[in-house]
């Protein structure tokens, strides 16, 4: 039918069909499934659906009508946020909340006692009653507290709970549930809600993103490029990139130690990377804690996945950390250290037990990598610890450096952090051009700042001769091809750079944050380099995602390092 408004199958204009929102295909949809990179879900039917469809149009049977791409239904992504629902009903926000991020996986009309309702309250849920329902607003609010992520609540009839109410539910709301409020009869709610257009927002990004990255898992990807491809320059893109971590993760096989063994982001990441064979992954936290975290959000933890109660085996690590530091501690000092979930789990990295560890969701930088410089220092080989952003930019994946180590790197500690990057570029499959970032490009400018740079450049040149390194270069030089024809015509960097090395952490940071914000660039990281182990800090308003790809990160740099 569709076909028809390009003259049929059969047409010349016609090459082929994708088709959507697919039930019952032999392989499910996995929304969390991180390795899939567009063009590697091969597109197929069950024999008995290709049969039928082949009766109806023939033409499905030969080649030149190509089935481009059959993408499963995925109720996950079909999910609306509490705030497109407040749109649709025009409701009013008692409290917003979390109402532009929390999305809604299902609805519960609820016109019984809370008592006889209990299994409505889960992650995701709208929970839909009457105003004048104190018990399902009070089971609602239990249940917050108790760490469900409820969608939200939505109270109809008109009706408001009262002051008292409020207040005894103020916690929650705290949390971030969202409460919404309509007129209609919850009858003619549900009703409403079930028309509601499944349509994306034009202001919601993140799930347009969701969707084309699950789309194009799904595509004949060799087959466009065969049929439409353009000539496009070959870059590393971003989906190719995520694919490309999760799969070299899952063949090292590395064993992450998460300190922050009871924090739900975390938790539900362990569970992710344990699931798909991303590393093993050990949660430092106490068991009963961690169960009831994961129940309140609708998890189950693997039978496979490693929790160590750091009471039972601090005291393990006591005198090791003494003879670490033996200046600088004694039992009793060491003991109180090591009450710091993040300090043990740097001991068991130093000690062998696991290959890397990943913190940052609820400590600080400092927390993060003080234990770490202490404990496992730095590789024989350097003499700094530095960082990298992986920025993945609409059409490749770039490596800015340092934004988060060094505040005022001198040249040699500059020309260091060039080539930690430029390795790090290497070891995550992107070819390193490396542009020493200034004020100035060549020879133009004058003064101490782009002078550091211009001695940085010719210490990194003369350590690692066979690498393509290049400055001093402004960030448009570097980057924009026709700028760098102008401004750097021989430079074998300028126009092309993939690994930007800023000339200090002002710059630096300032940089990768205007970038991330203002372009809305998705980045990963920071990594730090130059350590003896592996050790990686967190946004601390990291999403479940950024912390799964900071543990492949992880455990390809302890991959890297034992090779």
């Not at 969390?32 to 039928?52: F, H, M, N, R």
């Not at 799904?218 to 999760?246: C, M, N």
């Not at 610890?385 to 180590?405: H, N, R």
């Amino acid at each position: 039918m569709h076909a028809r408004s390009f003259g049929g199958i059969s047409s010349a204009r016609t090459l082929g069909c994708i088709l959507m929102r697919m039930r019952n295909l032999p392989y499910g949809a996995e929304d969390d499934d991180l390795s899939a990179a567009p063009g590697t879900i091969k597109p197929q039917l069950e024999e008995p659906v290709l049969e039928e469809l082949r009766r109806y149009s023939p033409s499905l049977a030969t080649e030149r009508f190509h089935l481009i791409g059959v993408v499963p239904y995925s109720k996950a992504l079909s999910a609306p946020r509490t705030l497109d629902i407040a749109r649709a009903l025009n409701a009013r926000l008692l409290n917003e909340g979390d109402a532009s991020q929390r999305r809604v996986l299902a609805t519960s009309l609820c016109a019984r006692s809370a008592a006889n309702a209990l299994h409505i309250f889960q992650p995701g849920s709208l929970i839909v009653t009457s105003g004048d329902r104190d018990d399902v607003i009070l089971a609602a609010a239990l249940a917050t507290m108790n760490g469900t992520r409820l969608a939200g609540v939505l109270l109809t009839n008109g009706y408001m709970p009262n002051d008292k109410m409020i207040d005894l539910c103020r916690p929650a709301l705290a949390t971030g549930l969202p409460v919404l409020e309509v007129d209609t009869d919850s009858l003619t709610t549900a009703t409403h809600l079930s028309q509601l257009s499944h349509e994306i927002p034009t202001d919601d990004l993140e799930r347009a993103e969701r969707v084309a990255r699950f789309v194009s898992a799904h595509i004949d990807l060799e087959w466009l490029k065969e049929h439409v491809s353009r000539g496009y320059t070959r870059r590393l893109s971003p989906s190719a990139f995520r694919h490309q971590l999760v799969k070299l993760a899952m063949q090292a096989q590395k064993r992450i130690v998460l300190p922050e063994g009871n924090e739900p982001r975390t938790i539900e990441a362990a569970i992710i990377c344990e699931r798909r064979g991303i590393a093993r992954c050990v949660l430092l936290g106490n068991r009963e804690e961690i169960k009831t975290v994961a129940r309140h959000r609708g998890l189950t933890l693997p039978g496979s996945l490693t929790i160590i109660d750091p009471e039972s085996t601090r005291a393990d690590y006591i005198a090791p950390m003494v003879g670490l530091r033996r200046d600088k501690l004694n039992e009793i000092t060491a003991d109180a250290q090591l009450h710091d979930n993040v300090v043990l789990g740097t001991m068991m990295l130093q000690l062998g037990e696991v290959d890397g560890l990943v913190s940052g969701a609820v400590h600080t930088t400092a927390n993060t990598v003080r234990p770490a410089f202490q404990l496992i220092k730095t590789a024989p080989e350097y003499q700094q610890v530095s960082s990298i952003f992986f920025m993945l930019l609409p059409e490749q994946v770039v490596i800015y450096g340092d934004c988060a180590v060094n505040p005022d790197p001198d040249a040699e500690t500059l020309a260091e952090i060039a080539i930690q990057s430029a390795r790090s570029a290497e070891a995550f499959g992107i070819e390193p051009r490396v542009a020493m970032i200034s004020y100035s490009t060549g020879d133009s400018g004058t003064g101490a700042d782009v002078d550091k740079v211009r001695q940085a450049t010719r210490i990194a040149q003369q350590r690692a001769p066979h690498l393509a390194i290049d400055g001093p270069l402004q960030y448009d030089a570097a980057a924009i091809e026709s700028v760098g024809k102008q401004k750097a015509p021989d430079s074998p960097v300028a126009g092309r750079a993939t690994v930007f090395i800023f000339p200090d952490l002002n710059t630096g940071n300032t940089t990768y944050k205007a970038v991330q914000r203002s372009a809305r660039v998705v980045s990963v990281g920071p990594m730090l380099q130059g350590l003896n182990k592996p050790v990686n800090d967190l946004s601390r308003g990291a999403l479940v995602d950024d912390i799964v790809y900071t543990i492949a990160l992880t455990a390809i740099q302890s991959a890297q390092q034992e090779g």
